[in-house]
């Protein structure tokens, strides 16, 4: 396919046992510029269907047949090792903590959101185009339940309240300026927040990003 022919969003494949969820997705993601070239009811079709067409996003489900217990993890993460650079976004009923930080912790262009998430329709976009563009998503639920759940050792112990608010902002995968219009602030002062938080977390030296995904990470596995 060349460029003139490419869909505007690009190319996705879904992969979820609930029929009418995964044609409801479907719908969705034509209706916003995405061409839909597979869809698949289990892990194995998945990752047959992946191999295929070599999309730029896979929507999956975490529960898939035969067992439903983490099946559309385990494909997410085959995915990911075989294809580095393509997007993944895994769909949960359920807060999985443990199950999610294994998936975040692979790296960008991976998202991990609650399906009643998908019914908030701009939510769900905004969560697909972060994706897209290289950020990461992570569902509010899960950030707010590892907040709540703090190790005696808590690393974010040096945080002020504030940082602590913006850090939560970052894991969910916002910008700077989605951080300041969140919080009413401008984005220089989220920049200094961030500086900030960096600074007291102590992170090496390296590329802003890349501290940037160090200090989520970090966030995340203080539980």
């Known amino acids: 396919m060349d460029a003139a022919q490419r869909p505007a969003r690009g190319r996705v494949v879904l992969a979820d046992d609930d029929v009418l969820l995964r044609e409801g997705l479907a719908s969705l993601c034509e209706r916003l510029g995405y061409e839909v070239v597979g869809q698949a009811g289990d892990a194995g079709a998945l990752l047959e ?21 983490t099946e559309g993890l385990k494909a997410a993460r085959s995915i990911r090792e075989r294809y580095p650079d393509l997007g993944i976004l895994v769909l949960s009923a359920f807060v999985e903590v443990e199950d999610a930080l294994e998936l975040l912790a692979s790296g960008r262009r991976i998202g991990y959101l609650l399906k009643s998430r998908v019914t908030a329709v701009d939510e769900f976009i905004e969560a697909l185009d972060r994706i897209r563009r290289g950020g990461s998503v992570v569902d509010p639920s899960l950030v707010q339940e590892l907040v709540s759940a703090q190790r005696r050792d808590d690393p974010l112990s040096f945080l002020s309240s504030r940082e602590r608010e913006v850090l939560e902002l970052m894991a969910e ?51």
């Open 49 to 69: 269907l992946v191999a295929e067409h070599v999309p730029d996003l896979v929507i999956v489900d975490i529960r898939m047949p035969p067992t439903h217990s």
């Open 173 to 223: 995968g916002r910008s700077n300026a989605g951080i300041g219009r969140r919080l009413w602030v401008t984005e220089g002062t989220v920049e200094k927040h961030v500086r900030s938080i960096l600074g007291k977390l102590r992170l090496p030296e390296a590329a802003d990003d890349h501290r940037r995904v160090l200090a989520v990470l970090t966030f995340l596995e203080s539980r």
